[in-house]
Structures are given as structure tokens and as C-alpha cells.
């Protein structure tokens, strides 16, 4: 078998293989595919469903499919959705409360775990999985339905190719070459013959390997996958500069580019619903109409919307330029303070998915920028 950090080479057809192999497991895979304009992540049959030959353009508020001129599988920038939606799904049921003759009766939600592979999961991605584990898997305060739904999922990763205008991940140091977090990770290659280099990350994963039909790399596969993320590192469509950046926001709570970029915003929490790592949620209680049946339930939230931070008497940041503060201080500044890492892996997803194109990269510069002096006369 082949063991953990080693390498092989596969052909397109024995990639099919390997995609079976982990359906003949018992595994339901999760990957890319085309669906109403966009590569979203959705279940996947086999190897025809991935989004063949098919590229996008990305920009602050921009997206569109283009054709590649290709036959690459995986030759797509971050898609909208982020792999959160099955570790952290939007809604999930917690409890339900029934009325019986003398009291009221618990019953616990089943749990929607269930055994998946994440397909072509890219290093950016895999990064944000990584600061998920250690806010609701690994902290003291651990998910038991995250934690659930995170020990059923394997991982074959691709590394990226093929960066979109809105990525910046060199600069957060998550990609564009994965560097763990996998079972298996695939470089793909289309020119001299499409092919794949794929490495081993985990036992499980050579195990799956094992099944398929795979060659030793040659020197020029090696050398040629490791081109693909060298080029790719030096295509980022965006850049930040994160020395000192923690501290250079807190000294910068005042800026009057806070009212600058509050004066834009809409609120939509477009930006946190994309992000691959946001986790606010909310809890909703609904009853049926007989009020014998309560459903407890969690659900996505954003600290852009008015009532998450309602407090007895108001709101805690009843303005858009408060709420546009605490998220970017909080995911670039104060998750330090909380979780020893940054809260951004610069997939652009909050970039490109903003319908008036804030730019947090831009955003970051301007505040890290002296304000102009104001001189009275």
C-alpha cells in the first residue's frame, strides 16, 4: 500500500476509479458542479458530473462561468458555497418538545451525519475546516453535532491551479498548495496527457488508493505538479498585508473609513454566509398549530443583521458601520485573541459575493492608512 506522504500517478479513467471506490466504501460524495450559472458543491454520481472544461471569472461582485479551452476537471476558483454546509449546515434540528398526559417529553434531533467525501476540496478550504475544528470540534466548548458530522468526512483534496481576482490565500499563507488536513490530495495535470498526481495524506486514504490503477511519478509529473501551485502562488488576484495587522486595527477603531465602508454596506450578510469559517448562529423555537409539538432548532446568523446584537433596550451596534467594524476586527484581529489564528484563509468568497464589491483587502489597506490631518484655520 501506498504509505502516508508518498506519491502516485493516476490517468483520468483510474480517477473515475477512485471516485467508485470511495462510493463502493460506503461514501456519498460531495463535490463541484454546474448548477443555475455557478460551480456549487452538491452530490455527485461519478466523474461526468464534475464541471469539465469549465472556469470562472471573479471580481468584487462578479461572477461568471467562462469555457477553459480544456478538458480539467477542476480548473474553477473558490465556488459560492464552502464545505460549512455540511459541517455546519444552515439549519439543524436540536430538540423536539412534545405535550403528554402529565408532562412534556425531550426528544433529541437524530443526528444528520452521515459518511462523505469531500471532492476537490482545495487548500484554502481545507485551511478553514482546520479554524472550524479548532472553534467547535477541538475547544473547550466542543459541537457534538459538528464533531459528529466532521469524524464521517474524508478528504480528496486538489490543489489550486487556477486562483480567482478575489484570491488572496498566499497572503493568509493557506494555499494554494495544501499542506495536511487530507486523506488524499490530487495536483491535476492537462497538458502531456491529463493525468493526476496524487498524494497520500492518512492510512485510509492509501487504502483507497490502493484500489486504483496508479505508476510511480516520473521526475517531470513531480516537477510539473509542483509548478502548477508555483504558478498558481503568483496569479493572486488580490493581496494583504498582515504583519502587525491585528494590532494596527485595534489602534484603528475611529478611522473614518469605518463610516466610509458603513456608508456602502446594505447589511445583507452576503459576506458571512460565503465565508467558510463565520459560525454566529441563532436558535428558533416554532410550535404546531396545536401547540402539543416544539421544534428547538439552530440556524445561520450574521453580526450584520439588526437583532444579533439586541440587547435589553437596543441594539449593541445598531449601525452599518459598527456591524461592518466587528466583523472585520473580529476575523483579522480579535480571533487571534480567541483562537490563536486569523478567521480569514483569503478565499474571496466575501469579495466577490458582495453585491456593491467591498473589498476587505482594500478595506484593510485604507485603515492601515494615517487619516488625513484636519487643519482648522
Not at 461592518?324 to 478567521?343: N, P
Amino acid at each position: 500500500m501506498t504509505g502516508i506522504g508518498e506519491s502516485v500517478v493516476i490517468d483520468r479513467d483510474a480517477f473515475a476509479a477512485l471516485l467508485q471506490a470511495l462510493v463502493d466504501d460506503g461514501r456519498e460524495l460531495l463535490g463541484p458542479t454546474v448548477r443555475d450559472g455557478a460551480i456549487v458543491l452538491d452530490t455527485l454520481r461519478g466523474i461526468d458530473d464534475l464541471p469539465r472544461g469549465i472556469g470562472d471569472d471573479q471580481a468584487p461582485g462578479h461572477y461568471r462561468l467562462r469555457a477553459r479551452g480544456d478538458h480539467a476537471l477542476f480548473g474553477y476558483a473558490a465556488s459560492p458555497h464552502s464545505w460549512k454546509r455540511e459541517l455546519l449546515p444552515p439549519r439543524v434540528p436540536l430538540v423536539q418538545i412534545r405535550r403528554r398526559a402529565r408532562d412534556l417529553g425531550f426528544e433529541a434531533a437524530p443526528s444528520g451525519a452521515r459518511r462523505v467525501a469531500f471532492i476537490g476540496a482545495r487548500a484554502c478550504e481545507i485551511a478553514a475546516i482546520g479554524i472550524q475544528d479548532r472553534v467547535l470540534r477541538d475547544g473547550v466548548h466542543s459541537d457534538p453535532d459538528y464533531r459528529t458530522r466532521r469524524d464521517q468526512v474524508f478528504v480528496l483534496a486538489v490543489h489550486c491551479g487556477s486562483p480567482a481576482g478575489t484570491c488572496f490565500c498566499v497572503s493568509m499563507d493557506t494555499g494554494p498548495r495544501a499542506r495536511g488536513g487530507y486523506d488524499l490530495a490530487a495536483t491535476e495535470l492537462v497538458e502531456g496527457g491529463h493525468r493526476f498526481v496524487v498524494e497520500v495524506g492518512t492510512i485510509a486514504g492509501g487504502a483507497i488508493l490502493e484500489s486504483v490503477t496508479s505508476r510511480a511519478p516520473a521526475v517531470h509529473d513531480t516537477a510539473a505538479a509542483l509548478a502548477v501551485t508555483d504558478a498558481a502562488a503568483t496569479q493572486m488576484g488580490r493581496t494583504m498585508q498582515t504583519q502587525g495587522l491585528r494590532d494596527a486595527l485595534m489602534a484603528n477603531l475611529e478611522h473614518p473609513r469605518w463610516q466610509a465602508v458603513g456608508d456602502r454596506c446594505l447589511g445583507c450578510a452576503n459576506c458571512t454566509m460565503s465565508c467558510p469559517t463565520c459560525f454566529c448562529t441563532s436558535i428558533e423555537d416554532t410550535t404546531d398549530l396545536s401547540g402539543d409539538s416544539a421544534t428547538r432548532t439552530r440556524r445561520w446568523d450574521s453580526c450584520f443583521t439588526a437583532d444579533f446584537a439586541y440587547v435589553h433596550g437596543g441594539s449593541a451596534r445598531p449601525s452599518l458601520r459598527a456591524r461592518y467594524r466587528q466583523w472585520l476586527t473580529h476575523k483579522l484581529a480579535t480571533w487571534h485573541d480567541q483562537f490563536e489564528t486569523s478567521g480569514c484563509v483569503g478565499c474571496g468568497r466575501c469579495i466577490t459575493w458582495c453585491p456593491v464589491g467591498i473589498d476587505l483587502t482594500e478595506e484593510v489597506a485604507a485603515i492601515r492608512t494615517p487619516p488625513p490631518e484636519v487643519h482648522h484655520g
